[in-house]
């Protein structure tokens, strides 16, 4: 397997420290609000690059955090009137909600910075004592970058060239050594949440949570260390900087980083209007379109967010979705023909490669071997620096050869054989190929009571997301003078 390193700007291929397993650290979200899809983005693409591993008989252990503690936390706690904690777990558990309905597993571990703190302190401390970090006289602690040899190995940036254009920011009476020496440690405002320290009342930077998460649950030294793009400089070299000088190991071997996702080819912000949270979007489609649509580009590609890629992208979804319904359809309906003795005996046959394929005809092995070639071409995509692309494009072939190939006349073993190639293929990218079950009529009734009630009760955003998910199960409302009425597509 084959993946891009940051670090390198090479392709390289995949040696993980130790035989059978992968430790993979991703950077998370900071819990101030409901996630938008920029950040859906790398939870999708590294969730995909973690299926794989498992897919390819790896162990993996993936640690995502949460930062739960900032600036944007305390300043939101302070407009509610609310400890930071409050909003920090209100927008844990929304994301965790988020992140089922897009099919994103959970982590092995999340940690939270705020549970942390004594691991950062004490990694501080070691800073401190190895001359990496200094003390300013407002108990301030700074990383000294000037003291880390490899500072900039990462961004490909030099020290000498960044200091040349940032002279400026190196304010008159800014006791810092270097104008990018970073914060490890910083004092409390009034009203923000602290702890103690042997350097003031305060709390701790960005960069060191990471570092001291990583090592706790990974180690001193992980192989995959992932992100978006935008973190590469300055929060992943800091984290480089901290943990190769407090540990004396190189921190990571893989740097892995997503790129962006803009709103028709413009920067999404919340000022420019084009800003979408993953909610705003499961109120209009199944995120499953939204996990297929971040994945029909390669995670390296920038990728653009329109209302027409969203639909092209249901489409494509739709198509492989109904050749996996139209296999699993033609499945049932064979192993209902057959007596049941004889068809068990059958089943019990085709679970071994050869005796699927001993049950098939000669034009169903040869369309079969054809199928298999398509799998290899989806691996060869995938060990390509997870090249999800190409990978879809092969799905979309299998579901095409299975179109063409199976019907009312094949045989039990090769339907089943062509279904559980694409349900496997699907499953990697965390697409659910299986079509959910009717609504029974008590259950549209009862949604559409919901719906009304939410309606009563102004929730349009409630009221709209019930009326999408009854769409995306074939079920059309229409609002009439006389009531609700409802219809099956
Ligand atoms: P943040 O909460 O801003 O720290 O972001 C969490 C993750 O989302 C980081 O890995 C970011 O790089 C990533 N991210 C934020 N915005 C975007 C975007 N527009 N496109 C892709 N990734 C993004
Ligand atoms: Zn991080």
């Avoid at 035989?19 to 819990?31: A, F, H, I, S």
């Avoid at 302190?121 to 880390?148: C, N, P």
Wanted: aromatic share 8%; hydrophobic share 40%.
């Amino acid at each position: 397997m084959k993946i891009y390193n940051t670090l390198t700007k090479r392709k390289e291929e995949f040696v993980p420290l130790e035989e059978g397993k992968v430790r993979m650290y991703v950077c998370g979200p900071t819990v101030y609000n409901l996630i938008h899809i920029g950040n859906a983005r790398p939870m999708l693409v590294f969730d995909t690059v973690r299926r794989y591993f498992e897919y390819r008989g790896y162990e993996v252990n993936y640690v995502s955090n949460f930062t739960d503690v900032d600036d944007k936390i305390i300043k939101k706690a302070i407009e509610e009137g609310v400890e930071a904690s409050v909003i920090s777990e209100r927008y844990i558990a929304e994301c965790k909600k988020d992140m089922e309905a897009m099919n994103v597993r959970p982590a092995t571990t999340h940690p939270l910075a705020t549970e942390e703190i004594c691991g950062m302190q004490e990694m501080i401390g070691t800073l401190i004592e190895k001359g990496h970090a200094y003390t300013v006289s407002d108990g301030t602690v700074y990383f000294r970058t000037r003291s880390f040899r490899d500072y900039g190995k990462l961004s490909h940036k030099n020290l000498d060239d960044l200091q040349a254009g940032h002279r400026a920011i190196q304010v008159t009476g800014d006791e810092k050594e270097d104008a990018y020496d970073f914060v490890l440690w910083k004092p409390k405002k009034e009203g923000e949440p602290y702890w103690e320290s042997p350097w003031c009342k305060g709390r701790p930077g960005w960069h060191i949570e990471c570092s001291v998460m990583a090592k706790k649950y990974l180690g001193e030294q992980i192989d995959i260390h992932a992100g978006g793009e935008d973190l590469i400089f300055p929060h992943h070299e800091n984290e480089i900087a901290q943990s190769e000088a407090a540990n004396g190991k190189e921190f990571a071997r893989y740097w892995m980083h997503n790129a962006f996702l803009n709103i028709d080819n413009r920067k999404m912000s919340k000022s420019a209007g084009n800003f979408f949270t993953v909610r705003d979007i499961a109120e209009k489609y199944d995120l499953q379109v939204l996990r297929f649509f971040m994945l029909s580009a390669h995670y390296r590609s920038p990728l653009n967010f329109s209302a027409e890629l969203m639909a092209a992208a249901k489409n494509g979804l739709e198509r492989i979705v109904t050749g996996a319904g139209r296999l699993a359809e033609l499945e049932a309906a064979k192993a209902g023909e057959k007596p049941e003795a004889a068809a068990n005996a059958k089943a019990e046959d085709a679970k071994t490669a050869e005796g699927a394929l001993s049950q098939m005809t000669a034009a169903e092995q040869e369309s079969w071997a054809a199928a298999q070639a398509l799998t290899a071409k989806y691996e060869a995509a995938m060990d390509d620096d997870f090249n999800t692309a190409d990978a879809i494009a092969a799905v979309f072939e299998l579901v095409k050869l299975a179109n063409t190939t199976a019907g009312a006349d094949s045989t039990l073993a090769y339907v089943t054989a062509l279904k559980e190639e694409l349900c496997r293929l699907c499953d990697i990218l965390g697409l659910i190929t299986e079509k959910k079950a009717e609504l029974l009529d008590a259950e549209i009734e009862q949604m559409i009571a919901k719906r009304q009630q939410a309606r009563k009760e102004r929730d349009f955003a409630l009221a709209d997301r019930i009326r999408a998910e009854l769409s995306d199960r074939g079920i059309l409302l229409e609002d009439t003078r006389e009531g609700v009425k409802w219809k099956r597509a």
